[in-house]
């Protein structure tokens, strides 16, 4: 099925790499016929996936949260047909818990009470929308800002937040993360979107677009009005006398994770000293690429187990469950592994039914991280010396058609899972809770050795969580739809 690339918003199908100033504007809806008018202004602005940005001039995205399309003027009953997940929010006490979020993790900075946005501390300020902002320089970027911020006023819109963002360059022109390691590499390419890649077949184009088939065969649920409310005809029809708002949309899940650098490579400093105390600098930066499961110039331990090899930084098409069924060159527990198991799934792994389960569990990553850099080049020592009062971190965004199916699930059973492959007592070792909601320490990570293991404890929080919101992205036709709800 081809996809109508006129009416899916440009940040399904890139990153804007080529536009490396941007922000995110949370927005709060205070005049609903006002916002109305000032999201219809904003429409042409809007990227879509069908042009390339233009090298000269910035670029728009929207969002909006479930409260914002109430506040915005979208019946009740239409309100209704979006998914629970999206309805709830994410801050909703069961999926905090699932999420590593809740009051019971080891940080309790981890815990909506304590987020900067989004969260649940009273008297914070609803998100409804957001604006996300790409630009080919920094001048242009606060250029384009600075007109916006003078629109909100009339638009009957106000400022929560604005997200600045740092896209880290390296010399080699890859993009890292502030450990200091090559980042958005392993992306999966969209069917219809993508060209395919030896050996990376393509994912359906459903699985981040609504209105197309998934990896099932089937086509995910999409949010409708009934044709009553849609006088104009500006959304497609569907069955049961309604209209489409979702094809053509997804769903964004947004995460402000602030990365504690100094804490990270301390830690790896500590535990990886000789006998005698002596640090032991090629030593720590074993122990990082074990528990990232790359090399900082971005090589596959999987590929390159004794040594960091930038010839391969861009390599991903490896698989795990015949290469390293055990863990000797990437240990199981490794983030890489969590994150994107590939063909180490059951019931039957090394197979292709496995890359087919895989594929029902991807994310398109979209995000960018924040907060001044370090270096442009990968020096852990400047890292043990990070300033802890320095804000640094990820502005994460993914893109998915099923929240909970995609984001949660490899959140809840990845990502947070003690037992993830046979493993006990240990999460993500970026990413994973400390403490399950029970008590029990999980701050353990296992290196598989011949003949000997090694099990590290006492992990500390690497992420904390500063804010975060489940978004509906929708179509150009369904922006145009809410921009013109009347009461």
């Given amino acids: 099925m081809d996809l109508e690339l006129f009416d899916i918003q440009g940040i399904?199908?890139?990153?804007?790499?080529?536009?490396?100033?941007?922000?995110?504007?949370?927005l709060e809806v205070e005049a609903p016929a006002l916002a109305r008018h000032w999201l219809g202004e904003r429409i042409d602005r809007v990227h879509t996936c069908e042009q390339s940005p233009d090298p000269d001039a910035a670029v728009f995205n929207i969002a909006l949260t479930h409260a914002g399309l109430r506040a915005l003027g979208l019946d009740a009953e239409a309100l209704s047909t979006f998914p629970?997940?999206?309805?709830?929010?994410?801050?909703?006490?069961?999926?905090?818990?699932?999420?590593?979020?809740?009051?019971?993790?080891?940080?309790?900075?981890?815990?909506p009470r304590h987020w900067h946005w989004g969260g649940t501390a009273p008297g914070q300020r609803p998100v409804h929308l957001m604006l996300m902002v790409f630009a080919p320089s920094e001048a242009m970027l606060e250029t384009t800002i600075a007109a916006v911020l003078a629109s909100l006023k009339a638009g009957g819109v106000s400022l929560i937040r604005q997200l600045h963002t740092a896209l880290l360059a390296d010399r080699e022109g890859g993009v890292r993360e502030h450990f200091g390691f090559r980042d958005a590499i392993s992306q999966p390419g969209v069917a219809g979107l993508h060209r395919a890649r030896a050996g990376q077949p393509l994912v359906p184009a459903g699985e981040f677009i609504l209105g197309y088939e998934n990896a099932y065969g089937l086509l995910t649920e999409c949010p409708r009005v009934h044709h009553s409310r849609d006088p104009a005809r500006l959304l497609p029809p569907a069955?049961?006398?309604?209209?489409?708002?979702?094809?053509?949309?997804?769903y964004l899940v947004v995460r402000q994770l602030g990365q504690r650098v100094r804490a990270f490579w301390q830690f790896l400093d500590a535990v990886s000293r000789d006998p005698d105390g002596t640090t032991n600098p090629q030593r720590r930066l074993e122990l990082a690429a074990r528990m990232v499961g790359r090399w900082p110039s971005g090589a596959p331990l999987v590929e390159s187990p004794t040594g960091d090899d930038p010839?391969?930084?861009?390599?991903?098409s490896f698989s795990f469950h015949?290469?390293?069924p055990e863990g000797l060159r990437c240990p199981i527990g490794a983030h890489i592994r969590r994150s994107n198991p590939r063909d180490s799934l059951g019931p039957a792994p090394g197979t292709a039914a496995s890359l087919a389960v895989n594929a029902t569990h991807r994310l398109l990553r979209r995000?960018?991280?924040?907060?001044?850099?370090?270096?442009?080049?990968?020096?852990?020592?400047?890292?043990?010396?990070?300033?802890?009062?320095?804000?640094?971190?990820?502005?994460?965004?993914?893109?998915?058609?099923?929240?909970?199916?995609?984001?949660?699930f490899v959140q809840r059973s990845w990502i947070n899972n003690a037992q993830f492959s046979g493993?006990?007592?240990?999460?993500?070792?970026?990413?994973?809770?400390?403490?399950l909601p029970s008590g029990r320490p999980t701050d353990h990570f296992t290196i598989p050795g011949?003949?000997?293991?090694?099990?590290?404890?006492?992990?500390?929080?690497?992420?904390?969580?500063?804010?975060?919101?489940?978004?509906?992205?929708?179509?150009?036709?369904?922006?145009?739809?809410?921009?013109?709800?009347?009461?």
């Fill in 12 to 26: 399904v199908a890139r990153g804007y790499g080529k536009h490396p100033s941007a922000a995110y504007l949370l």
């Fill in 84 to 111: 629970t997940e999206l309805k709830e929010g994410m801050t909703e006490p069961e999926r905090s818990r699932a999420l590593g979020d809740d009051d019971d993790a080891a940080d309790p900075e981890n815990s």
């Fill in 239 to 250: 069955e049961f006398g309604t209209h489409d708002l979702g094809r053509n949309g997804t």
């Fill in 311 to 316: 010839s391969r930084a861009a390599d991903n």
């Fill in 322 to 324: 015949h290469s390293d």
């Fill in 367 to 408: 995000g960018r991280t924040y907060g001044p850099p370090l270096s442009q080049s990968f020096d852990p020592e400047e890292m043990l010396q990070a300033d802890a009062g320095e804000e640094r971190g990820i502005h994460f965004i993914c893109v998915n058609a099923n929240i909970t199916r995609q984001f949660e």
């Fill in 423 to 435: 493993l006990l007592d240990e999460t993500d070792p970026l990413l994973g809770t400390r403490r």
């Fill in 450 to 487: 011949c003949p000997v293991r090694q099990r590290l404890s006492g992990l500390p929080n690497f992420v904390v969580v500063r804010g975060g919101a489940y978004f509906f992205l929708p179509s150009l036709s369904a922006l145009r739809y809410l921009a013109s709800l009347t009461p």
